[in-house]
């Protein structure tokens, strides 16, 4: 004979806003054609100043830089601003892009994800260039 185990609580499980929109990000930046995420403007006042106090945290924030999200329940609204190349089809890499990002959030989090995507630039060469700066990998 076992003995019998205590019954567990029951496990509640929350997922934060910032979670949600790095997962979001990493996907993202995984799809063929994305060449970078544009950060808003509150994401990047956000980074200078944690990187002018020494605040670590703040660069926390960079990672998911070009994302946002707000979860609702049991569903992610996530909002994605991007910039691509000359010669990708910007409504087929839209379509790409939420595919992934619900696929990965769902798999990571067990949310739905409702996803918007922006198309914010178009890079006209897409040979060498230049590194973009830190915030916009």
């Known amino acids: 004979m076992t003995p019998e185990q205590p019954e567990l609580p029951p496990v509640r499980l929350t997922v934060g806003d910032a979670v949600v929109a790095r997962i979001a990000a990493a996907a993202a930046r995984e799809v063929p054609g994305v060449v970078a995420l544009l950060p808003?403007?509150?994401?990047?006042?956000?980074?200078?100043?944690?990187?002018?106090?020494?605040?670590?945290?703040?660069?926390?924030?960079?990672?998911a830089a070009g994302a946002s999200a707000a979860v609702r329940g049991r569903r992610a609204e996530v909002s994605l601003t991007l910039v691509t190349t000359l010669g990708h089809n910007a409504r087929d890499l839209c379509t790409a892009v939420q595919r992934a990002v619900a696929d990965r959030v769902r798999a990571d989090t067990g949310l739905d994800a409702l996803v918007t995507v922006t198309v914010a630039d178009v890079l006209l060469d897409a040979g060498p260039?230049?590194?973009?700066?830190?915030?916009?990998r």
């Open 40 to 63: 808003a403007l509150a994401q990047t006042l956000l980074g200078l100043a944690g990187s002018l106090l020494g605040d670590r945290s703040a660069g926390d924030a960079l990672s």
């Open 129 to 136: 260039r230049e590194p973009l700066p830190g915030n916009l």
